[in-house]
């Protein structure tokens, strides 16, 4: 019953969500902070679009953006990405370089699928802090695999490690991509915007 709410919830809401879009992208001062799957966040400043059934403003970010070229500064997405596949990720990445103006950074967290094995690899005592602290069900090493290939139905989307989602980024047109540390950032807008730091892969990357 309630997923048959949030169905027709969500199919009422979406129009209104775009059309709300619309209205802040006209009435915001450029250049835009743009957060993607954003949920109910709402970090001030910024404009937090998102799929979901009760969205404030609806934007599926795997599609053609309504959103001028030039007329982002920044683009956040914070546990977004390892929820689809190769493909819409590689769109969502052209589509924020097109969306942002020279100079402009996109900053993006998502599980470190390299650090979940390097801990399920140790065996050590640090794997067995990482398993008592898991938000998850976990009891053995081997759930430090497991928990970020299903959980939160990541095994419908695709995971990351440094390498992989470098080049992906360079490919859509980026450059000098870097790793940060969750929360910290040399761009304060970039900075204490993760809700989730545990195995958390962050990734910065720029537009020339």
Known sequence: MREIVKFMVGGANRPIAQARLRRALAV?????????????????????????????YYMDAT?????????????YADNMIEHIRMEP??????EARRALAPGGKIRLATPDVEYAVELYVKNNE??????????????????????PF???GHHRGYLWDFQSLSSELEA??????????PGHSD???FRNLESRK??????EAEVD
């Open 126 to 147: 640090e794997t067995r802090e990482a398993i008592d602290r898991s938000a998850w069900e976990a009891h053995h090493p081997v759930d430090l695999l497991r928990i």
């Open 172 to 181: 859509a047109g980026f450059t000098g991509v870097r790793r940060y540390d």
């Open 198 to 203: 545990s195995w958390a892969l962050i990734v």
């Open 187 to 189: 761009d304060p807008n």
């Open 63 to 75: 599609k053609p953006w309504p959103v001028p070229d030039d007329s982002a500064s920044h683009v």
């Open 89 to 94: 990720n590689r769109i969502m990445f052209r």
């Open 28 to 56: 915001v001062t450029k250049p835009y902070k743009i957060e993607i799957g954003a949920h109910r966040t709402g970090h001030p400043g910024w404009i937090g679009t998102d799929i979901s059934w009760r969205t404030r």
């Open 150 to 152: 299903q959980e939160c």
